[in-house]
């Protein structure tokens, strides 16, 4: 079982950026596939982004373009990069591989 960290979560103006990373344990990081879900207050956890281990994405409708999933296996890292954040995107952001889950990681959009 992998372990997971996230970190890079923050208060940020809207139309502001921030990258989240996600720290895996183990070597067969690069194996599998990474993604981000996110939970708002009283809401559903919701599927953000995802990517495979040969590299393809899958967005959310309510962050394509906005939003940018990438992974480094040398570092066994997966990162969000989150740009032109608005208030709705106010969550706590969680990275996921396999049956794993981080701790989370809190993004709080608000002027």
């Known amino acids: 079982q992998v372990q997971l960290v996230e970190s890079g979560g923050g208060l940020v103006q809207p139309g502001g950026s921030l990258r989240l990373s996600c720290a895996a344990s183990?070597?067969?990081?690069?194996?599998?596939?990474m993604a981000w879900y996110r939970q708002a207050p009283g809401k559903q956890r919701e599927l953000v982004a995802s990517i495979t281990s040969g590299g393809s994405t899958n967005y959310a409708d309510s962050v394509k373009g906005r939003f940018i999933i990438s992974r480094d296996n040398a570092k066994n890292t997966a990162y969000l990069q989150m740009n032109n954040l608005k208030p709705e995107d106010t969550a706590v952001y969680y990275c996921?591989?396999?049956?794993?889950w981080g701790q989370g990681t809190q993004v709080t959009v608000s002027s």
């Open positions: 183990g070597s067969i990081f690069s194996f599998y596939s």
């Open positions: 996921k591989s396999l049956d794993s």
